[in-house]
Nanobody, 115 residues
Framework: QVQLVESGGGLVQPGGSLRLSCAAS????????VAWYRQAPGKQRESVAT???????YFKDSVKGRFTISRDNAKNTVYLQMNRLKPRDTAVYYC?????????WGQGTQVTVAS
């Protein structure tokens, strides 16, 4: 059974940083495309960052230069490092993996950027 568990969210002031973690069980993240999504109140869920099985990365335009995505294969964990956070980054952040046509999501972690 595949499980994804996000952690690392919290309250941070504008300009601050957070690192989110997505730890997996039941699968090996290194061979799959893993994405971070976010959903703000009243808005649709949107893709923020993706890392492929070969390590290619992709970012939403509004986070380029501020967010990085990385993977620790030994820990079977994918990270989202978020720097220079802005209030508009406030959302619930979710980890996502699509494997063999099945869509897996974590429970989400809340990120609030406010002074």
């Amino acid at each position: 059974q595949v499980q994804l568990v996000e952690s690392g969210g919290g309250l941070v002031q504008p300009g601050g940083s957070l690192r989110l973690s997505c730890a997996a069980s039941g699968t090996t993240l290194s061979i799959w495309r893993v994405a971070w999504y976010r959903q703000a109140p009243g808005k649709q869920r949107e893709s923020v960052a993706t890392i492929t099985g070969v390590g290619s990365t992709y970012f939403k335009d509004s986070v380029k230069g501020r967010f990085t995505i990385s993977r620790d294969n030994a820990k079977n964990t994918v990270y989202l490092q978020m720097n220079r956070l802005k209030p508009r980054d406030t959302a619930v952040y979710y980890c996502n993996v699509v494997m063999a046509g099945n869509n897996y999501w974590g429970q989400g972690t809340q990120v609030t950027v406010a002074s």
